[in-house]
């Protein structure tokens, strides 16, 4: 109750500084890109930075991009409804890492020089390869970048205090949630289009270390609020949650067990199952986490690349640990679903207990709220700036250079062919984002890591790993699980036939599992070797090259 006073009083105090800390921050982003565009000369500086950044500078860069709006405001918020269900998210996407670093970073940056599909169509027919890596790969990154924009227009009502029935600037909640999607793109494109990978980097890396310093600063007031006794609070988060000890247990989101219905019960723990192996296998394929690797100098840099990475978010994703069951125990169950029923705003919910505790009163409430908001907000930026780079590279390299032009495209043309894809990319997000606005953020985001692990990776591992596999296996492995990927999901509960579906009224899904991947990504495998084993093409000594190259760095760009 005191909370929920607290922000009525605070809440133009909030509004206020949550606005100037976004516009200062904006000011400084948009000041290094313009830096970084004078530097930027060459389609190697636009694609990969000019190959320029240490392992730590592209450790926290990835950091950055990896770490979204779906990270900081979804899993606190998981943890803090769900408790210990929630932490599978941050050990999903922290085990995933492992499997990006054993198999792919060092192997990819040698061998492929600005987008994914550089390393798919090396030992390959060109157009039809790098064509399906482009739609895959676009397909991905607008998936994720509504994911992203979506939650900044459901951000920025809460944080501005427009409820139903009020206005800021003569703008209602929905007009206000549109009015932001556009800016969010419009700010995107001028990254991307301005400064290139060397900008989106430095916002990136910026956002990392805002981020990383909102969260250890609230994890710490959590564990002063308790003196460090970590019993403590888990104990209060049980009993705030309403749910007791089993808030500390499994199976209060993912396989539950259904009394009396052994079907059901089965379906839960496969969903489960399948959502584990897309969150592991996900990153690994993602296209915008790929092109980072392009922009070290050397193999060796791209393996401390990912250590870093690694030991950045796995320190922030135990922090999500403090900042949920945090707001579990400080704000409560009731009043976080009071206010989003996803539980997407604990994490600013939480700053503002804790700014009230610490700092005094609603205008200490009111700061805090405003700085990690505007850390969320810088958080968005970051993210859909690196999904937009991978996109247009993709397009301008791939699909422009390649596949039209047949290779015979200059660098500035390939540039400039990358400048306006971000722009169509950027507008075709925002449209998408403002009609999209009802969906489910999780369900966009859990696709598009279902979609990266389908399709990307089964090509990308027998790209690299198999020397049997050749073009047709290829364009079967990406489609098939692209399309086998979106399909199950279409027919699930996340769409129709649920109350928490996208289309809550209709009915036509026949699938049982929300979660796809358990199996779409070993059908993206298998299709990739039925598509193999029924072409004759072969070419063991393209092959024997790509292996050279993937070890030993010879010959890489």
């Known amino acids: 109750m005191n909370t929920v006073l ?6 133009s105090t909030a509004r206020n500084l949550t606005i100037t800390l976004f516009l200062v921050f904006v000011a400084i982003t948009l000041a290094i890109t313009i830096w970084a565009s004078r530097q930027t000369k060459t389609a190697t500086d636009f694609y990969a930075g000019g190959r ?9 860069a990835i950091g950055g991009d990896y770490m979204s709006a779906a990270s900081f405001l979804g899993i606190a918020g998981i943890i803090a409804l769900y408790g210990y269900d929630g932490f599978l998210y941050s050990i999903g996407f922290l085990v995933a890492w492992l499997v990006a670093l054993l198999l ?10 600005y987008t994914m599909a550089d390393v798919l169509a090396f030992r390959m027919r060109q157009r039809p390869v790098r064509t399906a890596a482009a739609v895959s790969t676009i397909t991905v990154s607008i998936f994720y970048l509504l994911a992203q924009m979506v939650g900044a227009g459901a951000l920025v009502a809460l944080l501005l205090g427009i409820k139903p029935g009020t206005t800021f600037l003569g703008m209602d909640a929905d007009t206000a949630k549109v009015a932001t999607i556009i800016m969010v793109g419009a700010l995107m494109i001028i990254y991307v289009t301005v400064g290139g990978m060397k900008g989106t980097t430095y916002v990136q890396i910026v956002k990392a270390f805002l981020l990383m310093t909102g969260a250890i600063v609230m994890t710490l007031l959590v564990l002063a609020h308790y003196k460090f006794n970590l019993s403590t609070l888990l104990g209060d988060a049980a009993a705030a949650s309403g749910k007791g000890e089993n808030f500390l247990r499994p199976g209060q989101r993912y396989g539950v067990e259904v009394a009396g219905n052994a079907t059901q019960t089965f379906y839960n723990k496969m969903d489960l199952l399948s959502l584990g192996i897309a969150l592991v296998l996900g990153t690994a394929g993602l296209p915008h986490i790929l092109i980072r690797f392009y922009t070290v100098p050397t193999a060796k840099t791209a393996r401390k690349s990912v250590l870093w990475a690694i030991g950045i978010i796995g320190t922030f994703y135990l922090l999500t640990l403090a900042l949920g069951f945090g707001a579990a125990a400080m704000v409560g169950g ?10 997407n705003t604990a994490a600013p919910q939480l700053a503002e207990a804790l700014g009230i505790k610490f700092l005094g009163g609603d205008l200490g409430g009111a700061t805090l709220l405003a700085i990690i908001a505007a850390v969320a907000f810088a958080t968005i930026l970051a993210v859909v700036a690196g999904l937009t780079l991978a996109s247009s590279s993709s397009l301008a390299h791939d699909f422009y250079a390649n596949v039209i032009k047949n290779g015979q495209a200059s660098e500035r043309q390939e540039v400039n062919v990358a400048r306006i894809s971000a722009l169509v990319i950027g507008a075709i997000s925002i449209v998408l984002s403002i009609f999209a606005q ?6 966009l985001v859990a696709l598009a890591f279902a979609v990266a692990a389908s399709g990307n990776l089964p090509a990308i591992l027998y790209s690299l790993f198999w020397k049997r596999f050749n073009t047709s296996g290829a364009v079967w492995a990406i489609y098939g699980g692209l399309i086998s990927a979106v399909f199950l999901v279409f027919f699930s509960p ?3 036939g649920a109350p928490t579906s996208m289309f809550p009224d209709q009915d036509w899904q026949w699938f049982p599992l929300s979660n796809p991947g358990i199996l779409s990504i070993p059908f993206g495998f298998l299709c990739g070797w039925i598509g193999t084993v029924i072409s004759k093409e072969h070419d063991e000594e393209k092959y024997a090259e790509l292996e050279v190259r993937a070890l030993t760095g010879a010959g890489a760009h």
């Open 6 to 11: 607290a922000a009525e009083a605070g809440g």
């Open 52 to 60: 320029s950044f240490s392992g730590f500078q592209n450790g926290m």
């Open 104 to 113: 792919v970073a060092e192997l990819l940056r040698n061998s492929g020089r």
């Open 334 to 343: 009731t009043a976080i679903t009071a206010q989003d029923k996803a539980g």
């Open 438 to 443: 009802s969906l489910n953020v999780a369900f």
């Open 494 to 496: 996340v769409v129709s």
